[in-house]
């Protein structure tokens, strides 16, 4: 949802508070701040920050995976809200002695809610609003890390601003350089954010910035609306009714296209009192203070009269910036996380920007003389001539808080990510001496040999696997490639050293099982397990640049910091471990059993490094089992539920067994290294590499060596 105020009141909340105060003239009958607007502002900013953090843990720690489902159910309760509201506000003048009726929303005086004569300029806001929302759940499902997220909420008012000084708006007649200055601090954190996601990013920032062009469309269709006040106020309404229901439109076909097609039989599992929750945050968040970023209460805020029986606070900008601090604050200290010192330094100098320098020294300079007034209050003295400070002083002083804002913070971050339990002990076969360095298994089908060459010649040409020589093994599923001429024509075009030729079963974790239990006497030293068409190749070379090394005893190759509950995991692509194989695997490898709670790292894309000696201190006789289980006709285990990538419904086929999902997630705890959880934390995403700080064992566990 998106504010339903004009810019030339609530809208500013840069303006000064000079500015501010001399709005009010005698001829303006607006009401002063009422303990109404207060309580407001106070719940606006609490369940801001409470529906913004608890929609990310419904998303991610309860396995809610359906963002589009979420929008549409927020749409259709705040639209029954705001109906009921409408028709309380009948009532209200009857019975206005009850102080909370004022919180019904005024029914226009003339017109429908719904079809208005200026509807047509309020389309392109509400179209603009209606998809921000569910373009921002998106955002919040895939982007991993929360902080982030709301670090970046002044990219909604320099998109406000822009849009207005590109249309020559009157709301906006000089080019907003603070807009600018605020993108460029909101790159800055995202340049040094550790876990971007390319789908995070996409649809995380096209939301936020959905949310500032959908304020400033509408201040742009209010000015064309004219200044009648009847006619603005009809406005309002035909908006919000209108960004209602084009939210429940859009979000309710995307939600059938994207996701009851796909996990209908999961669609509604979800916990009740939770769901209830959620939606009532939302819905009080927009009631309140109309979007879950930016604090633009519902008021028309005319000299004649308001569009909600509450008069609007005039702190929009500084209520925001509350809540995104609650949110991150509340994000570091129950999630262990890391958020750097440099993006906090240029996510408070870019909402700061955004204040200006003149507000900033007026603010200091009131809030210290207030303060000033309560202290010889307390000591009941009679208050001096106020303390002019210079802008020398305040700059110092605004300077003085953004560094120490940022320490407070990035301590928090180090210090939950220390307070990390350490992982089980490794069972390491020291005893084992391997005759080959390293070696290269590549699970191949049908890809273009020039392909594999091109791959295995970037894998060899990595910091690490250029110092060595490494023993390039192809194994091979597609039925043509039987013949022994056809091998070694395929040996000669890719550049392997041996082709080996297998029934095509199990996907890729039953070649690399295959391989792991015929060669058990045989395991180089370090072997990477990978695919002939590698995932996400250009992040990859860099990931293998950054962390491979000779003590590497397990090196994920996939997705960083995805973990799930021992006791009932699963991911949000669809996967369930309905066979309890997780469990299982864990007290046949540690000797004890989970706790149901206990976190475990998954993996992904089916490729990774593994070290012999890690590998073989897992019993021979559990990767014969899992080869066993994932090769047979009908694996029946582990199940992947519709929808997942490469299944079809209702199929469970040797070439493309249900069990293969669960292999590919499984190979860190294979590895002993699914029980560290700072490997989970610290691990950066492909995308973004390993930045500033980081250390080699950020993303695997390393062999002690003797």
Request: proline share 5%; hydrophobic share 40%; with cysteine.
């Amino acid at each position: 949802m998106q504010s339903m105020v004009s810019r030339e009141y609530a809208f500013d909340p840069l303006r000064t508070v000079e500015n501010q105060e001399g709005e009010l003239g005698e001829d303006d009958t607006r009401q002063p701040t009422t303990l109404l607007s207060v309580c407001r502002a106070f719940i606006w900013t609490i369940c801001s920050a409470t529906t913004i953090y608890e929609t990310k843990e419904l998303m991610i720690t309860h396995g809610y995976h359906y963002p589009l489902t979420i929008a549409f159910r927020v749409f259709a309760s705040i639209l029954v809200v705001y109906v009921i509201l409408i028709r309380l506000s009948r009532e209200s003048s009857s019975i206005h002695k009850v102080e909370w009726w004022r919180w019904a929303i005024r029914k226009p005086d003339s017109g429908g809610l719904f079809l208005h004569a200026h509807l047509g300029l309020m389309i392109p806001a509400s179209i603009t609003a209606a998809a921000s929302l569910p373009l921002l759940l998106e955002g919040l499902l895939h982007m991993p890390s929360l902080p982030v997220m709301v670090m970046l909420f002044p990219l909604v008012y320099a998109a406000e601003s822009l849009v207005l000084f590109v249309f020559c708006s009157p709301s906006a007649r000089t080019f907003p350089w603070e807009a600018v200055l605020a993108t460029a601090a909101s790159a800055v954190v995202l340049y040094n954010e550790y876990r971007l996601i390319v789908q995070g990013l996409i649809w995380g920032i096209i939301g936020i910035l959905s949310i500032g062009v959908s304020k400033a469309l509408l201040i742009i269709g209010l000015e064309k609306v004219g200044s009648d006040f009847h006619s603005r106020f009809s406005a309002y309404h035909a908006f919000m009714a209108s960004t209602m229901i084009l939210g429940m439109l859009i979000s309710g076909v995307l939600m059938v296209r994207f996701e009851m097609a796909q996990f209908l039989p999961l669609q509604f599992v979800m916990p009740p009192a939770y769901s209830f929750f959620v939606v009532a945050c939302f819905v009080f968040t927009t009631i309140s203070g109309s979007s879950i970023l930016a604090y633009t209460p519902l008021s028309c805020e005319a000299p004649q009269s308001p569009f909600s029986d509450i008069s609007a606070c005039n702190i929009q900008y500084l209520l925001s910036f509350l809540s995104s601090l609650l949110v991150l604050f509340i994000s570091i200290y129950s999630t262990p996380i890391t958020v750097s010192w440099v993006q906090l330094v240029a996510y408070l100098t870019g909402a700061l920007c955004l204040v200006g320098s003149e507000q900033m020294h007026t603010l200091i300079c009131r809030g210290l003389h207030n303060m000033q007034l309560q202290a010889h209050k307390l000591i009941h003295t009679s208050p001096g001539e106020p303390q002019k400070l210079s802008r020398f002083s305040t700059t110092l002083a605004t300077l003085f808080a953004i560094v120490l804002t940022s320490w407070t913070f990035s301590t928090l971050s180090a210090s939950s990510i220390d307070a990390l339990s350490p992982p089980l002990p490794s069972k390491l076969d020291t005893l084992y001496q391997p005759t080959t360095r390293f070696e290269i298994v590549v699970s191949m089908y049908d890809e273009n040999h020039a392909d594999i060459y091109t791959l295995l010649s970037a894998l060899k040409s990595t910091t690490f696997l250029n110092t060595l020589t490494p023993k390039i093994t192809l194994y091979t599923k597609n039925p043509t490639h039987a013949l022994p001429s056809v091998q070694s024509e395929l040996k000669a075009k890719t550049g392997a050293d041996r082709i080996e030729h297998l029934e095509n079963r199990g996907r890729e974790g039953g070649t690399y099982l295959h391989h792991i239990v015929t060669h058990w006497d045989e395991l180089a030293e370090q072997t990477m397990f990978i695919q002939a068409h590698a995932h996400n190749l250009r992040e990859l070379i860099p990931r293998i640049n950054s962390y491979l090394v000779s003590e590497s005893g397990f090196l994920s190759l996939g997705f960083a910091g995805v973990s799930c509950t021992c006791g009932g995991c699963g991911d949000r692509w669809g996967w369930k471990d309905k066979a309890g194989v997780v469990p299982g695997l864990y007290k046949r490898i540690y000797g004890v059993p989970c706790e149901g709670d206990e976190p475990v790292l998954l993996t992904y894309k089916g490729q990774f490094v593994a070290s012999a000696r890690g590998l073989k201190g897992v019993p021979r006789s559990i990767y014969e089992d899992l080869l066993e289980t994932i090769t047979r006709n009908s694996t029946g285990a582990g199940g992947v539920d519709n929808g997942e990538k490469g299944g079809v419904v209702g199929e469970d086929t040797p070439d493309n067994p249900y069990f293969g999902f669960t292999v590919e997630r499984i190979w860190g705890l294979l590895g002993q290294c699914a029980t560290d959880q700072r490997v989970a934390v610290k691990c950066p995403s492909l995308l973004s590499g390993m930045g500033r700080g980081g250390e080699v064992g950020d993303c695997g566990c390393l062999d002690i060596k003797d």
